[in-house]
């Protein structure tokens, strides 16, 4: 049985030519919409579509792709709301230190002291670093950057994270 793994929605067209706007949801956006590379688009109701990259830009806070056999507005406007997925055989290797975002939502957070911070829910890319939401279980979100200092241990088998809260960090 195959695993998918979401790399981004299609939420709109874009210009005349086929362009397809994306709200990326993938940790590798250079590497995974490089020309050539191959995704496959899901639609509820219909059969998945094998998609060959084009070509790809940034424009504002999404991305831009086209498709191989696809140059003009009318061939893609169904694909509108559309998920592009991979298959786990097209995830990289990864070096050390370094997660897939599916690897690190629904991790427990824990502190070097043993307290119990809650789970991981979503991650924020802002800039310098990936800050991870954990939401306790009274319901109160905490962001822990993902940086040296803080995050200490990171067990993908045990699904569990130990850090080093600085100070006014859980505050």
Same mark, same amino acid.
């Given at each position: 049985?195959?695993?998918?793994?979401?790399?981004?929605?299609?939420?709109?067209?874009?210009?005349?030519?086929?362009?397809?706007k994306v709200l990326s949801m993938t940790d590798f956006p250079e590497e995974r919409y490089q020309k050539g590379n191959e995704l496959?688009?899901?639609?509820?109701?219909?059969?998945?579509?094998?998609?060959?990259?084009?070509?790809?830009?940034?424009?504002?806070?999404?991305?831009?792709?086209?498709?191989?056999?696809?140059?003009?507005?009318?061939?893609?406007?169904?694909?509108?709301?559309?998920?592009? /997925? %991979? #298959?786990?055989? =097209?995830?990289?290797?990864?070096? $050390?230190?370094?997660?897939?975002?599916?690897?690190?939502?629904?991790?427990?957070?824990?502190?070097?002291?043993?307290?119990?911070l809650g789970v991981v829910k979503e991650i924020l890319s802002p800039g310098a670093n990936d800050v991870w939401?954990?939401?306790?279980?009274?319901?109160?979100?905490?962001?822990?950057?993902?940086?040296?200092?803080?995050?200490? /241990? %990171? #067990?993908?088998? =045990?699904?569990?994270?130990?850090? $080093?809260?600085?100070?006014?960090?859980?505050?």
């Open positions: 049985m195959e695993k998918w793994f979401n790399v981004g929605k299609i939420v709109n067209t874009h210009g005349i030519k086929g362009e397809l496959t688009l899901f639609i509820e109701g219909k059969e998945p579509k094998s998609l060959m990259i084009a070509s790809y830009r940034k424009h504002k806070n999404f991305v831009l792709l086209m498709f191989e056999g696809y140059s003009d507005i009318n061939e893609v406007e169904g694909f509108k709301q559309g998920i592009l /997925k %991979v #298959d786990e055989s =097209q995830l990289q290797d990864l070096d $050390e230190g370094e997660f897939y975002f599916h690897e690190i939502i629904g991790c427990v957070v824990r502190t070097t002291s043993g307290e119990e939401v954990v939401k306790a279980p009274r319901g109160k979100e905490h962001l822990i950057p993902y940086i040296e200092d803080i995050v200490k /241990k %990171v #067990d993908i088998a =045990q699904k569990e994270i130990i850090i $080093e809260p600085m100070e006014g960090l859980l505050s």
